[in-house]
């Protein structure tokens, strides 16, 4: 697919753990012909079956992949090179899928930048997260030398309470003890898929530290959280939690965009997402990041 000089080229990249699982994405390229060595590139990491889209409603109408949601927009929009993939057990990365195996994701995410960095030479410089991939988005910034000299990071809809608990637990539970786990059966990119949730899984999830922001977030990393205000699946006030989090920080900034009448997947508003994280981008580009609270529905009509 070609947009002016714009490419977009699907990669298949070795995992290194997994023998003969290829984690699959797409590289979108503002000068295609043009070196790549020492050119900077954005990650847009999807959300994926996990604890916190976990609900029997969403049952037969989930598509999380890399191409879901306002991904696909925002990486054909951005000023700059991009690249989104599915995690692994992933619409079309294999391997197998576990609802609390966020470390698994995390491991996918250092395979896809070392090969980005090796193969192609690019380098890291913003990060857009969307739910689960806030969080290890987070995880990959606060542990890892490439994610500390990143310049931007997008928290879309991320949890940080990890222990709130979903609407349809009951549910889970009676089929857990039932028969020791939860058939959740999904459409993901228009394919029906099923798979186990077992007790173990949510634990694992509920474990996931998000409090690493707090003492282990890089100090010069720009900030932008956007979360809808009618969001049922993460309550809103987790965005308050980090914006306190990742607010007290020199020389990074952080900017909370709180979407009025937007739901956890921004249904119906992702232009509204994409205009929200370009306007960041370019603001702070300019050297005009700051802290503050940015509330899209009430601007201009108060």
């Not at 965009?257 to 249904?267: C, K, Q, R, S, Y």
């Amino acid at each position: 697919m070609r947009t002016d000089s714009r490419a977009s080229t699907k990669l298949y990249i070795p995992h290194p753990t997994e023998p003969g699982c290829f984690i699959v994405g797409i590289l979108e390229q503002l000068s295609p012909t043009s070196p790549t060595h020492g050119r900077k590139l954005a990650l847009i990491l999807h959300g994926t079956m996990g604890y916190e889209n976990l609900r029997i409603s969403d049952a037969g109408s989930a598509h999380w992949h890399k191409d879901y949601l306002f991904q696909k927009r925002l990486g054909q929009r951005l000023p700059l090179d991009s690249f989104r993939f599915d995690f692994r057990g992933n619409h079309e990365t294999g391997g197998v899928w576990r609802q609390g195996a966020l470390e698994n994701d995390l491991e996918d995410l250092f395979a896809v930048v070392e090969h980005l960095k090796i193969v192609y030479g690019y380098v890291i410089d913003l990060v857009v997260g969307h739910s689960r991939g806030s969080l290890v988005a987070m995880r990959w910034i606060c542990t890892s030398e490439d994610g500390k000299k990143i310049s931007g990071f997008v928290n879309a809809s991320g949890r940080y309470r990890m222990r709130v608990k979903s609407p349809a637990a009951k549910a889970w539970q009676a089929s857990f003890d039932e028969q020791g786990y939860y058939n959740w059966t999904v459409s993901v990119a228009r394919k029906e898929v099923t798979v186990k949730i077992f007790p173990e899984d949510l634990e694992q999830f509920t474990k996931w530290d998000s409090s690493i922001v707090w003492d282990r977030f890089p100090p010069s990393v720009d900030v932008l959280t956007i979360h809808g205000l009618s969001d049922k699946t993460v309550p809103p006030y987790d965005a308050l939690i980090y914006a306190r989090a990742l607010s007290n920080r020199v020389p990074g900034t952080h900017t909370l965009n709180l979407v009025e009448n937007a739901d956890h997947n921004f249904t119906g508003r992702q232009d509204q997402v994409v205009d929200a994280i370009l306007a960041w981008w370019e603001a702070r580009e300019r050297g005009e990041g700051q802290h503050g609270i940015w509330v899209d529905e009430i601007k201009g009509k108060l």
